[in-house]
């Protein structure tokens, strides 16, 4: 645009970006730049992570400029879909704020938040966001601007030797205006805007250099993710009181599960916990799958009864300050004698993850490759099917034939963090893409059904470009890393039947009868999250699971409840 003022949105457009013509200010609302003072606030460490940022970039000049979230309306209503802060701008700021923007003059090591001038009208429907000394006191950065509401004065960059320059520090030779800036960066929400030469004047060389943002981009991203796969100490403090309130939360379910009759009892009574603990944001929908429901990996209806089902499936994590917890446990559905097993079958199967998993977390230490612990995991599982029964033949056979997948149709475990399936970091060199896209290097060469898991799902998942991991070396786990370790074992009806029992390279191995008897099971699922430390590791889930689970259940019948739950 040629007054470099960025226009409001369409009528129709549900996404309300901040826009540059604000009206109705406090009289607070002047352009004037400020400046931190000394805190002695734990802030989290927005910084530290620019410059680590930075480091990884290997680059001494520059400005990184990130969008967060805008306020959005549902379609063709106007009631706000619920905010989730964009996790690059929060790695960046600490800042759980609509509508604002961040720049980091690489070259002065200058951070930047900048906020959206404050609409007085709306102030008494949705109150207001942060103001510019509030935003210093509660952020790790080092300034803090308005949005000015003349776009075209106030929204002033020069992209040059000068780098960021003050709206009334006086004319430079290379300008662009924030608000033509920001419509940049609202393309794909992450940017590096780079310095342009000394004849960047005007719009047209600027849009002339999008190719090379593009890969600057790109080049960004990575460098975030490399950053973020490490946790520093406040991060993990973060995933480590996210986990504290979601065991309470399952404890909860335990204590009163001999009174449930349906999985919507569950959620509630998982959820209440964590709202009344202030932490009512989840880190994904809860999965409080029985039976059969059990079988589906992201089952999230929560809405069918117990009736005769053996197993339940609780995989709910809560978050604390945008970070996650992940944790799965199995619950027997047992009426007639809570605390215990319903069936020798529900609990050979549990006991068989539960060995599985115990003995994936004892592996996990720094230089440790997290692909070969997930091709022992499966091969532990399709040794304890061939214990079971439920898979026969030759153990080379099966393993070649890929029929385990059947039973364990994901990975491992993934990255936790700002994200519940965090980024990961990328692969060195790019590998070329495979069929089984969701298993790790070397466990199925073949078979499996022909499609992939959601990408970060599996630790050992892939790209755009190809799998993650191209060798078990780059796989390997370093201090600060905070990995999920979840095997399973499923008897879901669709996956078995249509890509399995109906394959003769699968069916040989498989036998129906004894299958028969665990179809009741359902699936079955233990998950903690663990966080790699330099000797070792530390499992920072404190749910109760094996005999402690059990225990928990069985104190809660004992303990004169009689009746429908009714609350906490």
């Not at 960004?220 to 309130?245: G, S």
């Not at 095997?487 to 069916?507: A, C, I, M, T, W």
């Not at 590791?537 to 109760?544: I, K, Q």
């Amino acid at each position: 645009m040629d007054d470099c003022t960025a226009p409001p949105p369409p009528a129709h457009s549900h996404t309300r970006r901040p826009s540059p013509i604000v009206t109705n200010q406090f009289n607070y609302h002047h352009i004037t730049l400020h400046t931190k003072k000394n805190h002695s606030i734990d802030r989290y460490p927005s910084k530290s992570h620019a410059q680590r940022l930075a480091a990884k970039l290997s680059v001494s000049q520059g400005l990184i400029v990130l969008a967060a979230t805008p306020p959005t309306t549902y379609p063709d209503s106007d009631q706000p879909v619920p905010f989730r802060q964009d996790r690059y701008f929060f790695y960046l700021t600490g800042c759980n704020e609509p509508g604002c923007y961040v720049t980091y003059d690489i070259g002065k090591d200058i951070l930047t938040l900048w906020l959206p001038a404050i609409d007085e009208s709306r102030v008494v429907w949705t109150g207001r966001g942060s103001t510019v000394d509030e935003a210093l006191e509660r952020y790790d950065v080092d300034r803090a601007r308005y949005i000015k509401a003349d776009g075209k004065v106030g929204w002033r960059h020069c992209l040059g030797r000068r780098s960021l320059v003050d709206a009334d520090a006086g004319p430079c030779e290379e300008r662009l205006s924030v608000a033509e800036a920001i419509a940049v960066v609202y393309t794909d929400r992450v940017w590096t805007v780079p310095f342009f030469g000394k004849g960047a004047r005007n719009r047209r060389t600027v849009m002339a250099n999008i190719t090379g943002l593009i890969e600057r981009r790109e080049k960004l991203r990575r460098a975030m993710d490399a950053c973020r796969v490490i946790k520093d100490e406040h991060e993990i403090d973060l995933i480590r009181r996210a986990n504290e309130i979601t065991a309470a939360a399952h404890t909860a379910v335990l204590k009163n599960i001999h009174l449930f009759t349906n999985e919507a009892e569950v959620e509630a009574a998982y959820t209440a916990v964590c709202i009344a603990k202030h932490a009512k944001r989840q880190g994904y929908s809860p999965i409080a799958g029985s039976g059969p429901n059990a079988s589906v990996l992201h089952y999230d209806s929560n809405n069918e009864d117990f009736a005769d089902r053996q197993m339940l499936v609780l995989d709910a994590g809560c978050e604390v300050e945008c970070y996650a917890s992940d944790v799965t446990r199995t619950i027997p559905l047992n009426k007639k004698n809570p605390g215990h097993w319903p069936s020798e079958e529900a609990e050979r199967v549990y006991r068989l993850v539960e060995k599985v998993q115990e003995a994936c977390i004892a592996e996990m230490r720094p230089g440790k490759s997290f692909v070969e612990i997930t091709y022992m995991a499966r091969r532990m599982t399709m040794e304890g099917l061939l214990e079971l029964g439920v898979l026969k033949g030759d153990e080379e056979e099966i393993w070649k034939a890929g029929t385990v997948v059947g039973f364990f149709p994901h990975g491992l475990g993934h990255h936790l963090g700002l994200e519940v399936h965090d980024v990961s970091p990328v692969a060195h060199p790019p590998a070329a893409d495979t069929a089984a896209s969701s298993l790790a290097e070397g466990v199925l060469s073949a078979g499996g059904p022909p499609f992939a898991l959601p990408r970060r799902f599996d630790f050992a998942n892939t790209t755009s470009s190809g799998p993650l991991y191209s060798s078990t070396a780059a796989s390997e786990l370093e201090p600060g890393m905070v990995v999920t370790i979840e095997p399973g074992v499923y008897f879901n009806r669709f996956l078995l039947e249509q890509f399995f029992l109906s394959d003769p390279k699968h069916s040989q191995f498989i036998d129906e009868k004894v299958l028969e008897r665990y179809w009741k099971v359902g699936g079955v699922r233990i998950e903690d999250d663990i966080l790699v430390t330099r000797k070792g590791y530390e499992n920072l889930t404190s749910a109760p699971k094996g005999e402690a689970m059990l225990e928990v259940v069985r104190e809660g019948a004992r303990g004169g409840c009689c009746g429908r739950w009714n609350g906490l």
